[in-house]
């Protein structure tokens, strides 16, 4: 079986972490990178990573997060995500993560994503919603 993407594969996301990707805990002036939006952020660019490799009729759902957050990042700052691949066994994948600001790596993170015919999964969802609705 040919593999849908490479060991090693790999894909490098920087964002400019403005007031919706921070919390204000600590007060206005010192606005972070908040852990919900990191683990955003790294789920989409493991999922833009898959999509340069997988078919038109195929995405993917993220099944695996291990984040450790590190460090802030404060607003106004940039982030930069490195997602690459280190494993791939049929449709699962699996990621190895860093992020870093411009001072220092702020987290790192293990993710797995399953490769999925976007179709059959609507249907799948679809049938769900149907159960749940005649509940």
Request: aromatic share 6%.
């Amino acid at each position: 079986m040919t593999e849908i993407v490479s060991v090693g594969a790999e894909i490098t996301e920087r964002h400019d972490i403005d007031k919706d990707r921070t919390i204000g805990f600590m007060g206005e002036e010192c606005r972070v990178y908040s852990t919900p939006a990191l683990l955003y952020d790294t789920e989409i660019a493991c999922r833009n990573l898959l999509m340069q490799h997988i078919g038109a009729d195929q995405d993917s759902v993220g099944t695996h997060v291990e984040l450790t957050h590190t460090g802030p990042t404060l607003l106004g700052m940039w982030i930069e995500i490195t997602a690459k691949v280190i494993e791939v066994k049929g449709p699962a994948v699996k990621f190895e993560v860093t992020a870093r600001d411009a001072l220092e790596q702020v987290a790192t993170c293990k993710h797995s994503r399953f490769v999925v015919n976007v179709e059959s999964t609507k249907k799948r969802l679809l049938g769900k919603l149907d159960k749940f609705n005649a509940l």
